[in-house]
């Protein structure tokens, strides 16, 4: 399993019921984790501190209850800092996780001794952006929301990364990928975090299953001569990650040679010892 277990500002406290408990900075937070099949004794004395809980709906979606949350907090990983404020279905604006992966192709684009050029698909608020600008890469960030994007912005901001060479695109994924490749641009270094289910912008169903291999086919014609790594990532239930393993060898290793490993992404949880799966990665090395 790829562990996130660098973070000084956020940990995974206890899980039972259907949730995590979790402290983002100063504040605890209980949400819904579809991982959490397990019942058992809530612990840890955070579980009656509570700053907000989600609580999920038997109709889908779901409500915040907060008891004493701010708008919008800060919290930071190494040298980045990341604007959170809980909006939409549960989220803060950061998956911790994603931790694991940022410290590995950190490494890579600092050991490459050569200039490194990372595109980001799926963005989001753009850690993994982030952590490739601060490795040394220049990065390009592409999602379809701008408000995602201007987020990302000002995380960049906040961590004082606004002067590094950092490209930011509020657009459709495939059809950026689509025109970079008439373009004849090339990247060092893909990220994908896409979603399981979406819409484009004519309405275009997307469903990882049937959407993923086209596009990461599609994708690895954008990775140079000498690239240096690849890197999907998913949170679709029951996906494992041999799946990722596949698609990466059948696109990228059996051009390129290097090495792929996929696994489960996870998270310590404090009161267990145990972890907590939060998706999987695919990643490719040269």
């Known amino acids: 399993m790829f562990i996130a277990d660098n973070w000084k500002d956020y940990e995974v406290i206890d899980?039972?019921?259907?949730?995590?408990?979790?402290?983002?900075g100063k504040y605890i937070l209980c949400r819904p984790d579809p991982q959490v099949i397990w019942q058992d004794a809530k612990k840890a004395p955070e579980w009656k501190k509570l700053n907000a809980h989600y609580h999920r709906s038997d109709k889908g979606g779901g409500e915040w209850e907060f008891?004493?949350?701010?708008?919008?907090?800060?919290?930071?990983?190494?040298?980045?800092?990341?604007?959170?404020?809980p909006f939409s279905f549960k989220h803060t604006g950061l998956f911790p996780e994603q931790a694991a992966n940022w410290d590995w192709f950190s490494k890579l684009i600092r050991e490459a001794g050569r200039p490194i050029?990372?595109?980001n698909l799926f963005a989001y608020t753009g850690g993994a952006t982030?952590?490739?600008?601060?490795?040394?890469?220049?990065?390009?960030?592409v999602d379809a929301s701008k408000g995602m994007v201007e987020w990302a912005k000002e995380n960049a901001e906040c961590s004082g990364l606004r002067d590094k060479p950092i490209r930011w695109l509020v657009d459709d994924c495939r059809k950026f990928v689509e025109r970079e490749i008439r373009r004849g641009n090339?990247?060092?270094?893909?990220?994908m975090d896409p979603p399981s289910y979406g819409r484009g912008p004519r309405g275009e169903v997307w469903k990882l299953e049937d959407a993923l291999h086209p596009f990461v086919k599609l994708t690895a014609e954008?990775?140079?001569?000498?690239?240096?790594?690849?890197?999907?990532?998913?949170?679709?239930?029951?996906?494992?990650?041999?799946v990722l393993?596949?698609?990466?060898?059948?696109?990228?290793?059996?051009?390129?040679?290097?090495?792929?490993?996929?696994?489960?992404?996870?998270?310590?949880?404090?009161?267990?010892?145990?972890?907590?799966?939060?998706?999987?990665?695919?990643?490719?090395?040269?």
């Open 15 to 24: 899980t039972s019921d259907g949730e995590k408990l979790e402290r983002w």
């Open 130 to 141: 982030l952590a490739a600008a601060a490795a040394g890469a220049s990065v390009t960030h």
């Open 186 to 191: 090339h990247y060092d270094g893909i990220i």
């Open 67 to 85: 008891f004493d949350l701010p708008s919008e907090w800060q919290i930071r990983y190494k040298d980045l800092t990341f604007r959170l404020k």
């Open 245 to 286: 393993s596949y698609l990466i060898h059948l696109e990228v290793q059996s051009r390129f040679g290097g090495s792929v490993i996929a696994d489960e992404v996870g998270l310590p949880v404090r009161e267990t010892g145990m972890m907590l799966p939060c998706g999987s990665s695919g990643r490719w090395e040269a």
């Open 222 to 242: 954008l990775l140079s001569d000498d690239p240096l790594f690849f890197l999907i990532n998913s949170y679709t239930t029951g996906f494992a990650p041999g």
């Open 117 to 119: 050029k990372v595109l």
